[in-house]
């Protein structure tokens, strides 16, 4: 029997599936099952009727994100296929942008048959492990930082001229003890005080576990990034964390697109000019800002050799840090694809 791709349409409460032969594009049939793990299993026995097949799941990565794994989990091969195909496909066929759940797990199928703009998806390994520590992280940095910002308020009617700036809770317990409250007001504020004051602390305890947590897993995965100038295990864990596989960027140049760190070409006139990209992800791209302005500031390195040479010729400061954000974006791709190839090729031989 031929290859048989079928389409997903995943939704919060529902997913629909079409069988579509790869070769001539023809649809055997649909199904829609409930969104858990009862129609998750009447689906997959719905598909081994088809002894050869993949599945192509639009926004894989989104709403079909638990889908994808429980099937990526059972030995199943799965593609990712992007809404903006689907919308193509929709546009461009005799019902005119018509819509519906069949339609586009269809849509889904096809562009998967093509190979066009499906991506090869793969379980879920310790990269993914990173990302999510390193939102949980992100999320509790935030949050200290409107702890502390309460704190300084607070301490600044409770005490002439406030808090220091860079403020710390052994730092604001120590303030709080030389005050001596004469008015209901005040003794309330010097109570929110010693509240925010733990709150700090218990949020310094959890970012330090979760830092630890952060080095361990990027020591697990034996990456070679912290070897560089800049990366210490926090960024080192974004940047993994964010990328995922290296392997799904072609070339340095997609990876450096992908970041926000390939300059944009400008035309005016008859003289090309190129501009600060604003697209991409950007905390990937305030990670490589911060390796720069490290390596910037640590004289003996490659990156701040290079800098002073960029400056030489005559660009900005800006326009040669551009081009180091850019020289490391290069430089990251390359060892976590090496890193990520010599993984591959442990497990390949552990197998």
């Known amino acids: 029997m031929s ?38 299993q009447q689906l997959l026995g719905w598909a081994r009727q088809f002894p050869q097949r993949r599945w192509a ?29 689907t919308a193509r496909v929709r546009e461009l066929s005799r019902g005119r942008g018509r819509k519906t759940d069949a339609l586009d797990a269809a849509a889904a199928a096809g562009i998967a048959a093509l190979q066009g703009d499906a991506e090869q998806l793969q379980p879920e390994d310790a990269t993914v492990v990173l990302a999510v520590l390193e939102e949980r992280r992100s999320n509790l940095v935030a949050q200290r930082t409107r702890s502390v910002n309460q704190l300084h308020a607070v301490l600044r009617e409770l005490i002439p001229g406030g808090a220091p700036r860079k403020l710390r809770a052994d730092r604001a317990a120590a303030l709080l003890r030389t005050v001596h409250p004469l008015t209901a007001a005040d003794r309330a504020r010097k ?14 305890r959890r970012l330090a576990m979760i830092g630890n947590r952060i080095q ?13 100038v800049g990366i210490g295990p926090v960024i080192a864990g974004r940047l993994l964390g964010r990328t995922g596989r290296a392997s799904r960027f072609p ?23 190129h501009r600060l990209s604003r697209a991409g992800d950007r905390q990937l791209n305030h990670a490589l800002h911060i390796i720069a302005l490290v390596q910037v500031g ?18 900005t400061t800006r326009e040669a840090m551009r081009c180091l954000k850019r020289r490391i974006a290069d430089h990251v791709w390359r060892v976590m694809l090496s890193d990520e190839q010599a993984r591959n090729h442990h497990q390949s031989q552990a197998a």
């Open 251 to 273: 070339t340095a140049a997609h990876f450096a697109s992908y970041t926000g760190a390939a300059p944009v070409e400008v035309a005016s006139g008859e003289r090309a000019r």
């Open 298 to 315: 640590t004289p003996g390195c490659a990156g701040y050799h290079y800098f002073r040479r960029k400056l030489a010729e005559g660009k």
């Open 57 to 85: 799941i639009e926004n894989a990565r989104g709403l079909g994100c638990h889908l994808t794994q429980w099937l990526l989990a059972r030995g199943e091969t799965v593609q990712d296929v992007r809404t903006t195909a």
């Open 191 to 204: 109570q929110v005080a010693w509240d925010l004051v733990a709150e700090v602390r218990g949020l310094d």
């Open 216 to 228: 361990d897993t990027v020591a697990a995965l034996g990456s070679r990034l912290p070897e560089t």
């Open 3 to 40: 290859l048989v791709v079928l389409g997903v349409d995943p939704h919060k409460q529902s997913h629909t599936a079409t069988a579509l032969v790869a070769r001539s594009h023809q649809q055997l049939a649909s199904l829609r099952v409930p969104a858990s793990p009862s129609g998750y």
